[in-house]
């Protein structure tokens, strides 16, 4: 303890920030809101566009793998996530059951995306989400995405008071287990139409989809007011802040990139696909954005780079039957899985989408569908086998944990600590990482440090890592000490362990 505040009094050490509750608050930049930016320029040569991908492997689970309770009108709008072993999903139901009526969101789990995905102790799936009477979600629930970042789970969801005209916005919900969910941003939500044109289509804004990367949290969303959505109100927006409740510090994507603004109702100048109901991940070892829209053939996957400047890959399709937009299967932050057989080479592209008509009209019957993309060339360049193995963790040869994070090693002595600080953890080394070098190592009972309105980090051989939330404190039987902020603000800005 000595040593440490004598290392943070002479301002030696390399600071990472981030907030300091699970619940979304005004203090720091939020949880995992890292403000390390995006990776630093590279003096690799310009990549090429609209490359054609190969693709292997086309899939289907035959047969519908998860719905709701005998009462369920419909199942539609999912957000799927591979965790622990299990394939985790969320999605857009109506139980006669739950109150009041309107759109519910259901959860289950399964042992892959063909299911079948049943929820608690093997039963029906639950809703976990309703309305709120007398707020602006007091009807209804629907179009989840769902993000962990750290301990935290993040929802992002539309909300409806009624069926009146423009009354869809997107909220935020969180959870420290991804059932039992708690709104945030004081039950408000935390975008809303813009207003920008009137079009026939009066949807308003909604259908979120989130990805956390370089402690960014980036949100996908419609908006049928937006100035440059279709013709139809099609079209999918982009904004970005380092916290998760998109508060403050939020960037917007238009035609000259991502530019500061005021608040989440700034003008919606640049729509990235033309579409409705999409869903958004990012993948390492493509090194872009990957964005699943519904087309005539299937669903299309439109590729950007980092930051939306230009499409490295030419769109590809994932064939089939669809009634409504699909979720990608994604890895917690919203990343795609690792290919543990060719994470340098493969990606595996996997859908759940709606694919038949309820009674009453509405999609429902969800179904897996996917195929693997090959050729990715994860490995080409350094700067890719960083993008491809960040916050993958894997075991070590001393039997604890490698975690790495933006071409860095660190040795982590409990799993439980890993595998909340990564993005996935894979059950056994890869070779193609096995010779960088070990930076540094979190070990069991290691000190917490906390500032308040800064965050909490870790100090590890004389650096301050960020940390992304406090629920390692308790996994790895670590204390606290707080420490002045100015002694954090005096501190250099470095690498954060969760993002």
């Not at 030696?12 to 630093?40: L, Y």
């Not at 350094?382 to 001393?398: E, H, I």
Request: aromatic share 8%; glycine share 14%.
């Amino acid at each position: 303890m000595r040593q440490l505040s004598a290392l943070l009094i002479a301002g030696t050490m390399v600071a990472g920030c981030s907030q300091s509750s699970a619940q979304p608050q005004a203090e720091g930049t939020g949880p995992g809101g890292i403000s390390g930016g995006a990776p630093p320029p590279s003096s690799e040569p310009p990549r090429a566009a609209n490359v054609p991908l190969a693709t292997t492997s086309a899939r289907e689970s035959g047969h519908v793998v998860a719905a709701g309770a005998a009462d369920a009108v419909y199942n539609y709008g999912p957000t799927v996530m591979v965790e622990d072993g299990r394939t985790r999903m969320w999605w857009c139901s109506q139980y006669g059951s739950a109150a009041p009526p309107g759109d519910d969101i259901l959860y289950a789990d399964a042992g892959s995306p063909d299911g079948p995905f049943a929820g608690s102790g093997g039963g029906a799936p639950t809703a976990v989400l309703s309305g709120s009477p007398g707020n602006f979600d007091g009807v209804h629930t629907c179009d989840p995405s769902v993000l962990r970042v750290g301990g935290t789970y993040y929802m992002y969801y539309t909300g409806a008071a009624g069926d009146h005209a423009l009354g869809n916005a997107i909220g935020l919900a969180t959870s420290t287990d991804g059932v039992h969910w708690t709104r945030a941003n004081g039950g408000r939500p935390i975008l809303g139409p813009a207003h920008d044109v009137h079009r026939a289509n009066v949807y308003g804004s909604g259908q979120p989809s989130a990805v956390f990367l370089d402690g960014w949290y980036y949100l996908m969303f419609t908006d049928t007011t937006g100035r440059a959505a279709g013709w139809n109100g099609a079209g999918q927006f982009v904004i970005r802040a380092h916290d998760p409740a998109f508060r403050d510090g939020v960037e917007s994507l238009g035609d000259n990139g991502f530019t500061p603004v005021d608040n989440t109702a700034a003008p919606r100048t640049r729509s990235v696909v033309d579409g409705f109901s999409a869903d958004l991940e990012w993948s390492g070892a493509l090194d872009a954005f990957a964005i699943a829209h519904e087309t005539a053939a299937g669903t299309t996957i439109t590729f950007w780079n980092r930051d939306f400047t230009m499409q490295p890959y030419a769109p590809l399709v994932i064939p089939g039957p669809w009634k409504e937009g699909p979720g990608l299967v994604r890895r917690p932050d919203g990343h795609a899985p690792t290919s543990v057989q060719d994470p340098c080479g493969t990606v595996s592209l996997d859908v759940v989408r709606a694919t038949q008509t309820g009674g009453s009209g509405a999609p429902t019957g969800l179904q897996h569908f996917g195929l693997d993309v090959h050729g990715a060339g994860g490995c080409s360049a350094p700067s890719r086998t960083s993008a491809t193995f960040d916050g993958v963790a894997m075991p070590s040869p001393d039997r604890t944990i490698d975690l790495y994070r933006r071409g860095e090693r660190i040795r982590i002595d409990r799993r439980s600590v890993a595998a909340v600080l990564a993005g996935e953890l894979v059950d056994r080394q890869l070779p193609q990482v096995a010779k960088l070098p070990v930076k540094t190592r979190l070990r069991s009972g290691a000190t917490v440090v906390h500032a308040y309105g800064r965050g909490f980090g870790m100090v590890l051989d004389g650096i301050l890592y960020g940390l992304p939330d406090t629920s390692i404190v308790k996994l790895n039987g670590s204390g606290v000490l707080e420490i002045d902020p100015q002694q954090w603000d005096a501190s250099a800005r470095g690498l954060p362990l969760g993002g």
